[in-house]
Each structure stands twice: as C-alpha cells, then as structure tokens.
T-cell receptor, first 113, second 108 residues
Framework: DTAVSQTPKYLVTQMGNDKSIKCEQN?????MYWYKQDSKKFLKIMFS???????INETVPNRFSPKSPDKAHLNLHINSLELGDSAVYFC????????????FGNGTRLTVT | EDQVTQSPEALRLQEGESSSLNCSYT??????LFWYRQDPGKGPEFLFT???AGEEKEKERLKATLTKKESFLHITAPKPEDSATYLC?????????FGTGTRLQVFP
C-alpha cells in the first residue's frame, strides 16, 4: 500500500553520466514535487507539477529535466552529472496546489564519483 | 527573503525528560506551518499543520503551537522511539520552505 514510491533507492554513478529517477503516487493527488536534501538535511524544492503542468521551477540547472507523463508519475532526468549533484532526492505529492500536507517518498540517494 | 530557522540543531534527552523544539519563520503571506518527522533513510512524515497564531495541535506525546513569529514542538515525557529529526516548514504563497531540522535523541 505504498503511497509515494521512488526508484531506485540508491544510485551511484560517475561524473558526466546521465541518469533518471522515477516516482509514482497512488494517492490520487493532483500535485507532485521534487525536493533535494543536502548533507546538512536541508530540503529545497526543485520542481512542482500540477496535473502534468509545470508550476514551480526553482533556479535549477537545466541539466535537470522533470517529466510528468500523467498526474500519478513524475520522473527526474539528470544530464552530465556533477559531483555537487550528490544528495538525496525526494519525490512528494499533495492533493492540490494549496497548503495541503505533502506526502513524501523514501528518497533516492545519488552519489556522483 | 522567506526563511525558516530551527533550534537547537541537536538535542539529547533522557527518557521522560520533557523539552521543546523551536521554529522561527520569516515568511510573507504565511498559509500554514507544518511539522514533519524524518527517520534515517526515510522521507519526512507529516505530523501537524497549524494555520493561525494561537492554534495548538496534539498527537500522543507531541504538541505543536504557533505564534506570529515562531512555532514550538513540545515533547512530553519522550521515549527512545521519539528519536528522529523534526522538520518545520512554512507555506508561503506558492511553496513549502523547510528549516534544517532538529535531530532529537532520546536515551533510556
């Protein structure tokens, strides 16, 4: 009965590679998000989609490209990975764009060597 | 710039020793103050939402309160299973802004 699921849980790759992280929610929510958590546990929003439409894009390098094929899925593709991209990436969803609680997945730990 | 600051960064308590975690916020147009719990290797788990100054919410040993400038998470008689990182987040007009969390350790 997983609500927000991400794959893979761990991702180790070399600089310059391209990788993708997938996210799916079965809560029937309209809005989905990608957050990045750095080594100091600070969670920062990257993107937000509402019904497949991009609504928030926080000054993220254009090497990061989100894609939402439908409102239950939000994937994150990263080109030309850099050392500074190493972090934990969390997917989340909420019922709407208003101030509803977010439901988070368990994260993808990305390590770039 | 909208900002959320949590203190202390880390807190060690003996089982049964009550304490409070602080969350100070500077957010224009606050539309909600959220508390989350995060266990190692897991995503944040929603605890409470507070919408207006003076509001309080309780769940088991946790009680969250809100003023116009800060929120407190009071932990009464904590148990070792309460050990986690507690995250505060403020919702402004369009997004959730997180603090860096308080790492709580409760020892038996």
């Amino acid at each position: 009965d997983t609500a927000v699921s991400q794959t893979p849980k761990y991702l180790v790759t070399q600089m310059g590679n391209d990788k993708s992280i997938k996210c799916e929610q079965n809560l029937g929510h309209d809005t989905m998000y990608w957050y990045k958590q750095d080594s100091k546990k600070f969670l920062k929003i990257m993107f937000s989609y509402n019904n497949k439409e991009l609504i928030i894009n926080e000054t993220v390098p254009n090497r990061f490209s989100p894609k939402s094929p439908d409102k239950a899925h939000l994937n994150l593709h990263i080109n030309s990975l850099e050392l500074g991209d190493s972090a934990v990436y969390f997917c989340a969803s909420s019922p709407d764009r208003k101030n509803s609680p977010l439901h988070f997945g368990n994260g993808t730990r990305l390590t770039v060597t | 710039e909208d900002q959320v600051t949590q203190s202390p960064e880390a807190l060690r308590l003996q089982e049964g020793e009550s304490s409070s975690l602080n969350c100070s916020y500077t957010v224009s147009g606050l539309r909600g103050l959220f508390w989350y719990r995060q266990d190692p290797g897991k995503g944040p788990e929603f605890l409470f939402t507070l919408y207006s100054a003076g509001e309080e919410k309780e769940k088991e040993r946790l009680k969250a309160t809100l003023t116009k400038k800060e929120s407190f998470l009071h932990i009464t008689a904590p148990k070792p299973e309460d050990s986690a990182t507690y995250l505060c987040a403020a919702y402004n007009t369009d997004k959730l802004i997180f603090g860096t969390g308080t790492r709580l350790q409760v020892f038996p």
